[in-house]
Structure formats: C-alpha cells, structure tokens
C-alpha cells in the first residue's frame, strides 16, 4: 500500500510568481485536505475536498486554490505569492471525511519565497 | 469555534523518565482528539485519536493519553523515554459534526537526554 506523495519536495519562488503543489492520495482514499505549516507553528487548515468538491476552507484568501481528480489525487494553487506564504505544505488523505476518520499526512513540500 | 492549547514548547526528559506533554482542548461541542508526532523533515505521524470510546486511550510506540472533560485536558504520557522518541509532538481536535479538518496546537518539541 502507497502512502500520501507529494511533489516536489523543495520549491523556491519569488514574490508575485504562481506555484503548484502535488499530492497523491492513500489508495483507496476519496478525501484530501491540505495544511500550511510556517516555521515554528502547527499545521493550519487551508481547505478539503472530497470527491472532487471542496468540503470546507479555512482562513485563507482566495488566491489559494485547489483541485481533486478522478484518480483522487490533488493540486494546491497559490498566486501573487507573498513572502509570508513561505512554508511547509502538507497533503492528508483520510478514507471517509466523517469526524474521526484518521487523516495521513505526506512528507511535504517545502516553499520558500523570496 | 475550538482549539487546543499546548504548554510547554519545549520539554527535556532523560532516557527512561517519564514523557508528559500537556494538551488543553476548547470547544463548544464534544471535541474528538488526536495526538501526531512529526520527526525532522517528515510529516506528521497520528499517536492516537480519542473517538469518545473509551477516556483511556493507547497509541503506537507506547504513548497514552486521557481524555478529561472536567479538565478539558488530553495529556500525552510515555513511562519510559527512548532516544527515539525525540520529535516534535501535536495536539489537534476535530468537533462533532464538522468533518476531520484538524486544529492543531503550536506544538512542543521533546528532547530525550542520556
């Protein structure tokens, strides 16, 4: 059994540029949601989405974005990139998106912008 | 709204001590709790979840942590520390009815000396 993917694993940027992060979802997962983690801090929640729709967001502008496929995997967009967004992104995968479904996290992508 | 409180953003044990690492949950509804560890440049591991089963709850690598409402408390405790067990520990609840999207606490890094 695969675990959650990411890619890349490092991505620097420059301030006003777009980026797109990758993630693989668990086999057999229907559910991904997505986590900024800035240096020193815990993960926050930016948004999920579950069979292909968003299922909630968090407290982040509309220039993050997100898609889920067909296959379940998912995209992270962000825009007009600011410094502050520099961070660790993660990717979870959960089976169902019920209140105690555990999620399972990948190893991240690391962004800096500069 | 709900959220966790961790004290401590730091903790030192010697090998063998016992590990407790304190977490304090907020929420309106009953909370589901859940404790993840994240090694260096890794993404987060779940210890254990509290699903309103049992108060008691046992992880992985011999962590435990109970549930205390009176207390709105969810401490995490290991009676013998590992070297292995250094990593950076979160605390994180999800609410009744609104989906497995976390809230984590800023987390406490647990350093294990000889």
């Known amino acids: 059994e695969t675990g959650v993917t990411q890619s890349p694993t490092h991505l620097i940027k420059t301030r006003g540029q777009q980026v797109t992060l990758r993630c693989s979802s668990q086999?057999?997962?229907?559910?991904v949601s997505w986590y900024q983690q800035a240096l020193g801090q815990g993960p926050q929640f930016i948004f999920q989405?579950?069979?292909?729709?968003?299922?909630g967001r968090g407290n982040f502008p509309p220039r993050f974005s997100g898609l889920q496929f067909p296959n379940y995997s998912s995209e992270l967009n962000v825009n007009a990139l600011e410094l502050d967004d520099s961070a660790l992104y993660l990717c979870?995968?959960?089976?169902?998106?019920?209140?105690?479904?555990?999620?399972?996290f990948g190893p991240g992508t690391r962004l800096t912008v500069l | 709204a709900q959220s966790v409180t961790q004290l401590g953003s730091h903790v030192s044990v010697s090998e063998g001590a016992l590990v407790l690492l304190r977490c304090n949950y907020s929420?309106?509804?009953?909370?589901?709790l859940f404790w993840y560890v994240q090694y260096p440049n890794q993404g987060l591991q779940l210890l254990l979840k509290?699903?309103?089963?049992?108060?008691l709850v046992k992880g992985i690598n011999g962590f435990e942590a109970e549930f205390k409402k009176s207390e709105t408390s969810f401490h995490l405790t290991k009676p013998s520390a590992h070297m292995s067990d250094a990593a950076e520990y979160f605390c994180?609840?999800?609410?009744?009815?609104?989906?497995?999207?976390?809230?984590f606490g800023t987390g406490t890094q647990l350093k294990v000396e000889l």
């Open positions: 979870a995968s959960s089976l169902l998106k019920t209140d105690t479904d555990t999620q399972y």
């Open positions: 086999s057999g997962h229907n559910t």
């Open positions: 989405y579950y069979r292909e729709e968003e299922n």
């Open positions: 929420s309106s509804v009953p909370p589901y």
């Open positions: 509290y699903t309103s089963a049992a108060t």
């Open positions: 994180a609840v999800s609410s009744t009815g609104g989906g497995n999207k976390l809230t």
